[in-house]
């Protein structure tokens, strides 16, 4: 069995009694952690306890149990800046702050220790890590700090490298159409328009989502499809600039709808065109990128 399989088993477990099994604490014992100065270290006071009572998950760790709900406490509260960095984090106050295991607290901080949240060496410990050092590619933290205190940079850095990225991928899923993936594009417009006229945001936004990842992932380009998942996370993002994204209405449907064409046609710079259109932002609202020029 897998060390996540088994964390993930010993979590279930130790949300009815808080407490780590017999041996366990022997079987994954921490690093050793050696005295740390507790000048500046983090305080506990008003952070929610019972992990059970988060209601948002992020994507990356919905339905994770305890595991994905502590990555997810720990990790809003140093994009915040309410654990800065440099702060040393304790892996015995964590597990008693929150009431959890050991195993949780271990497991959950190598979460995070890969998304460059924190790092963990001999002799010094787990520590915060600088925002230079945080991978802010990460679905899980851009979602973090779309709803922290750095929302309104978020936000723009997102539309920023959206603006970006999805006209170079509408144009080049233009040479590589494929039927399958123009009916499926279609079928996502279709969605999103039935969705419109009934009033449902949810559901046209997974088919907006689904519509964007889509036509980066057939691309052809590996690198941007890696990017995908980027898009999707600024896709649930709400609020901030407003682009055709964000705002279902006849004119966004139909710059979807243009693109879908363009596609079909294997008009690339067509494409490229309606994208740059759609992401612009709306007159109404700051501009956070530029609009098209006109020739």
């Not at 009815?16 to 079987?27: F, Q, V």
């Not at 925002?131 to 920023?160: C, K």
């Not at 991928?169 to 233009?174: D, G, S, T």
């Amino acid at each position: 069995m897998s060390t996540l399989a088994h964390t993930m088993m010993t979590a279930a477990r130790s949300a009815d009694s808080g407490l780590a099994n017999p041996g366990e604490l022997d079987r994954y014992p921490y690093a050793e952690t050696p005295p740390v100065d507790r000048v500046g270290a983090p305080a506990w006071e008003g952070v929610e306890p019972e992990l059970g009572r988060v209601g948002r998950r992020t994507a990356g760790n919905r339905g994770r149990g305890l595991h994905g709900q502590l990555v997810q406490q720990l990790g809003q509260m140093i994009v915040s800046g309410d654990l800065g960095a440099d702060r040393p984090l304790v892996p015995e106050e964590i597990g008693q702050r929150f009431e959890v295991s050991r195993t949780v607290v271990r497991e959950s901080l190598r979460v995070l220790e890969a998304k460059g949240l924190v790092s963990a060496r001999p002799n010094v410990g787990t520590r915060v890590r600088p925002v230079s050092d945080w991978n802010l590619l990460d679905p899980d933290i851009i979602e973090w700090r779309a709803f922290g205190p750095q929302r309104d940079d978020q936000r723009r850095e997102l539309s920023e490298l959206r603006w970006t990225i999805e006209p170079l991928a509408a144009r080049l899923a233009a040479g590589h159409g494929r039927e399958e993936v123009q009916q499926r594009l279609s079928d996502m417009v279709g969605i999103m328009g039935h969705a419109m006229g009934q009033g449902d945001a949810l559901t046209f936004s997974r088919a907006d989502a689904e519509f964007h990842t889509l036509l980066i992932q057939v691309a052809g380009n590996r690198m941007l499809d890696h990017l995908s998942g980027i898009v999707s996370a600024a896709l649930h993002v709400s609020g901030g600039p407003v682009t055709g994204c964000d705002r279902p209405n006849d004119v966004s449907l139909a710059q979807h709808g243009r693109i879908v064409d363009a596609l079909a046609t294997g008009d690339g710079a067509a494409a490229e065109a309606a994208m740059r259109q759609l992401l612009t932002v709306h007159p109404e609202v700051e501009r956070v990128v530029p609009a098209p020029r006109e020739h």
